[in-house]
């Protein structure tokens, strides 16, 4: 007899199982949805696990996942030759600097354009400036950036690192980020009572 919790971890297992190379054969006829398992339980089992590899790779399986998948991306453009930017057409050094874009804008105008591979190109994190940015960026202040929080410039060592963003840099310098923090710990508490 196979109890919930096993029950839920052969799920869990199948579900990856799945996603890595189809429903494995010695799985199947196994696998029934116990009544006995309520979805809350599996919810927290999820939950658990979530946290679990979280604490593991130190962010989130879904970040995680999308930066492997852009190293492999950015390790065939290499070996294929691509590793060139579309916009000033030297080559992209590192996974760091690797982006990929559309070369059109799709925003507003077509989901073609979004799913037309054509349109999709390389480029430097640097040079490849979303085309809603106005201004401010492109004027950006030597060895400065912007806040978009206390709407100012400031030195960049005041900025955490942020590989996803085009700069590298956070959105959000240091010090807001940590008053961001303190009046949502402040929040939290007045909600508890
Ligand atoms: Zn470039
Ligand atoms: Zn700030």
Not at 73 to 101: H, N, P, Y
Not at 166 to 193: S, T, V, Y
Request: aromatic share 8%.
């Amino acid at each position: 007899m196979v109890t919930a919790r096993e029950s839920v971890k052969l799920l869990a297992l199948a579900a990856v199982s799945v996603q890595i190379r189809g429903h494995p054969p010695e799985l199947v006829g196994i696998l029934k949805v116990p009544t006995s398992v309520t979805i809350k339980s599996m919810a927290y089992d999820w939950r658990n696990r979530a946290a679990k590899i979280k604490k593991q790779l130190g962010m989130s399986y879904g970040t995680a996942l999308h930066q492997l998948r852009k190293a492999i991306l950015f390790r065939l453009a290499v070996a294929a030759k691509m590793d060139l930017c579309f916009r000033c057409g030297s080559r992209i050094e590192s996974v760091q600097q690797f982006t990929v874009e559309h070369k059109r804008p799709w925003e507003d105008k077509s989901a073609d354009l979004f799913w037309d591979q054509e349109n999709v190109a390389f480029s430097h994190a640097r040079c490849n400036r979303p085309h809603y940015l106005t201004g401010a960026r492109t004027a950006l202040p030597p060895g400065k950036s912007w806040c978009s929080h206390c709407k100012r410039f400031r030195s960049v060592k005041k900025f955490h690192k942020n590989s996803t963003r085009w700069n590298g840099l956070a959105r959000q310098c240091k010090d807001c980020r940590k008053g961001d923090r303190h009046w949502r710990r402040i929040r939290d508490i007045r909600a508890r009572g």
